[in-house]
């Protein structure tokens, strides 16, 4: 199963934290989790204007479960509380492979939820791929805006999940460019 993922993380520097996450399965499926231990000291004004205002919980309690049975799961807690409950997400698909967008940090940052990258679940594929490859390798240019590029496809469950800079958002758009990388650039 392709599974489409973002992170949200408090800036592109090794003591990055994680923020949120978000994924989407190609069938549909969703994961939505938002940290509550994020290093709030590395906050800029950027990332407190488009990340923590486009957040879905109200961060005053320290845990919230949100979940429509195993298909669709929101969470808000430590890394701790969302690595169970990313397995227990996760756990519904045989085999995994994850997508992502210039996924140099989230890669890192998804394998910290877990410990380390020895510590995913041996299900889950053990090499990401990545969009932006995919763009640079079907001819078109890899800085193109992935709203722009998707449209054509974007679903309704995107414009629900919030706004860019969202990871739900951002996990729903990388699996629209991949659909439309897949479907009309088959072999150039």
């Known amino acids: 199963m392709k599974l ?3 992170t949200e993380f408090t800036g592109l520097h090794q003591k990055t934290t994680l923020i949120s996450v978000g994924i989407v399965s190609e069938d549909g499926k969703t994961f ?3 940290f509550t231990d994020y290093d709030k000291s590395q906050l800029n004004g950027w990332l407190v204007e488009n990340v923590i ?3 879905k919980f109200n961060h ?9 049975g195993i298909d669709d799961v929101e969470v808000m807690g430590n890394t701790e509380e969302i690595r169970w409950a990313l397995i227990y997400w996760l756990n519904q ?3 995994v492979e994850m997508w992502s967008d210039c996924l140099a940090y989230d890669w890192v940052l998804f394998n910290n939820i877990f410990g380390s990258a020895f510590d995913i679940p041996k299900h889950v594929y053990y090499i990401p791929f990545d969009i932006s490859t995919m763009f640079k390798l079907k001819g078109i240019d890899p800085d193109i805006t992935r709203e722009e590029f998707a449209k054509e496809i974007l679903t309704a469950e995107c414009f629900q999940a919030g706004a860019k800079h969202n990871a739900l958002w951002d996990a729903y758009v990388i699996r629209s460019c991949y659909n439309m990388l897949d479907k009309n650039y088959k072999e150039r």
């Open 4 to 6: 489409f993922f973002d």
């Open 32 to 34: 939505y989790a938002e």
């Open 53 to 55: 205002k486009n957040l």
């Open 60 to 68: 005053n309690h320290s845990t919230e479960h949100f979940a429509n």
């Open 93 to 95: 698909f045989d085999s």
